[in-house]
């Protein structure tokens, strides 16, 4: 049912990269990266007003599978049932998790079930769960001890089109506004862009239910994907691929086209704490 007949099994498809070996007490790391859909986006110049949206795209799992049968402890307790889309991680080890909850009682309904296949031979035979923010559901990063992980039933899973991803996450690029002399000195960067002016952009990540703010902008370190550059007229911005330019400066609105479209990039989400709120950040992956 979520499967094409091209799909095969996950021996011949998991492209995780994966060491030699990993000893008892080392921790695994792991994180969930997804990879930018390309898009075909080109719009005429058209004036935009802060925070309005520029164009959006989905963010797609580096690699989707699918359970064929239901997924089990060696007692028969199903932890997933058959059908359950797993996100493949970049791991110490072969590793896939749910990303979002099923709707019914077992622990993928509750939680992210992550599967590890400890020896590296293609069949997933043990698992942890981790808590999930429902919030920020699309980020997931940590480490995990050997000995904490349970057995499972031993099961391949099968590679799936990541396209196929049930509710994938929208990525949107929206225009922010511009920073003048006084922002620009409140937010450490004069010196660093060479104009009296800046324009900026940010990003958003999640449903059309509920889109979170990435927080990095002009006023953090310019690290890739960077949305922020003086205002000289006009102004190239390369955003994930998106090719734009911003015209001119219309009191606060920004009169910008769009040339081409998001590209594939593999990006990475990361949540913190700033006071009483919880803030999104994104990243490029580059490997760990």
């Known amino acids: 049912m979520f499967l ?42 058209a004036s935009y007003s802060k925070l309005s949206e520029l164009a959006q795209t989905r963010l797609l799992p580096t690699q989707l599978l699918v359970a064929d049968s239901d997924i089990t402890l ?53 698992h942890f769960a981790k808590g999930r923010d429902s919030h920020y559901w699309y980020v997931l990063a940590g480490s995990v001890r050997p000995s904490k992980l349970k057995d499972i039933q031993p099961v391949a899973l099968s590679s799936a089109p990541a396209e196929d991803l049930n509710d994938a996450p929208i990525l949107s690029v929206n225009f922010g506004r ?60 390369e955003l994930l691929g998106l090719g734009a330019t911003v015209h001119e400066r219309v009191g606060e609105d920004a009169v910008v086209s769009v040339e081409s479209g998001f590209e594939p990039a593999e990006v990475f989400m990361t949540t913190k704490m700033s006071g009483y709120y919880t803030l999104s950040e994104l990243f490029l992956y580059e490997g760990d």
Not at 23 to 43: G, H
Not at 101 to 110: R, S, V, Y
Not at 220 to 235: M, R, S, W
Request: proline share 5%.
């Open 4 to 45: 094409k007949a091209h799909c095969f099994r996950l021996l011949a498809a998991l492209s995780i990269l994966v060491p030699a070996a990993t000893s008892a007490q080392e921790k695994i790391e792991y994180r969930l990266t997804w990879m930018v859909e390309s898009s075909d986006e080109q719009k005429e110049a």
């Open 74 to 126: 060696p007692g028969g307790k199903i932890l997933a049932k058959e059908g359950t889309q797993f996100a493949a991680l970049r791991s110490d080890l072969p590793m896939a998790c749910n990303v979002h909850k099923q709707n019914d009682e077992t622990l993928a309904g509750k939680k992210h079930l992550c599967l590890v296949d400890k020896d590296s031979d293609g069949n997933f035979d043990s």
């Open 178 to 237: 511009f920073l003048d002399a006084g922002n620009l000195f409140q937010g450490g960067l004069q010196g660093q862009i060479q104009s009296e002016t800046a324009v900026s952009f940010f990003y958003e990540v999640g449903t059309a239910k509920r889109m979170n703010l990435m927080s990095r902008n002009c006023v953090d370190e310019p690290i890739e994907p960077y949305g922020c550059a003086p205002a000289v007229f006009p102004i190239p911005m």
